[in-house]
């Protein structure tokens, strides 16, 4: 058994009931068991985000956001249904905004003229 820092999970990918936990450092961690052992947990915190029904992506290290896929931070692929595609659209935006929300308010907000 191991600890992982969830802002440390690019995203997580079911195989053959195992799970492979993608890391930002590279590392890919391998771990038997469902998807719905942990999806609870990680849907439960923000930016979590199920894009297919065998990954689960941390929204943190989404680079680009493509029809039929996204790309992380470390440049992997990971496949987005047709289905989840304008939800995951929808959410990636909401989580942009937030995040630059965030840095302008970390920053004093405002504009300098």
Same mark, same amino acid.
């Given at each position: 058994?191991?600890?992982?820092?969830?802002?440390?999970?690019?995203?997580?990918?079911?195989?053959?009931?195992?799970?492979?936990?993608?890391?930002?450092?590279?590392?890919? /961690?391998? =771990? $038997?068991? %469902?998807?719905?052992?942990?999806? @609870?947990?990680?849907?439960?915190?923000?930016? *979590? #985000?199920?894009?297919?029904?065998?990954?689960?992506?941390?929204?943190?290290?989404?680079?680009?956001?493509?029809?039929?896929?996204?790309?992380?931070?470390?440049? /992997?692929? =990971? $496949?987005? %249904?047709?289905?989840?595609?304008? @939800?995951?659209?929808?959410?990636?935006?909401? *989580? #942009?905004?937030?995040?630059?929300?965030?840095?302008?308010?970390?920053?004093?907000?405002?504009?300098?003229?």
């Amino acid at each position: 058994m191991f600890s992982l820092p969830y802002g440390k999970i690019e995203f997580i990918e079911v195989i053959a009931k195992k799970l492979y936990f993608y890391l930002t450092d590279g590392r890919i /961690r391998e =771990v $038997p068991g %469902s998807l719905a052992e942990f999806e @609870q947990a990680l849907l439960s915190r923000p930016g *979590f #985000l199920k894009v297919h029904r065998s990954y689960l992506v941390n929204l943190q290290w989404v680079q680009e956001l493509r029809p039929g896929e996204l790309v992380t931070a470390s440049g /992997r692929r =990971v $496949p987005v %249904s047709r289905t989840a595609y304008p @939800q995951v659209r929808t959410a990636y935006t909401q *989580f #942009l905004f937030s995040e630059a929300e965030d840095l302008a308010q970390s920053k004093g907000g405002g504009l300098l003229c």
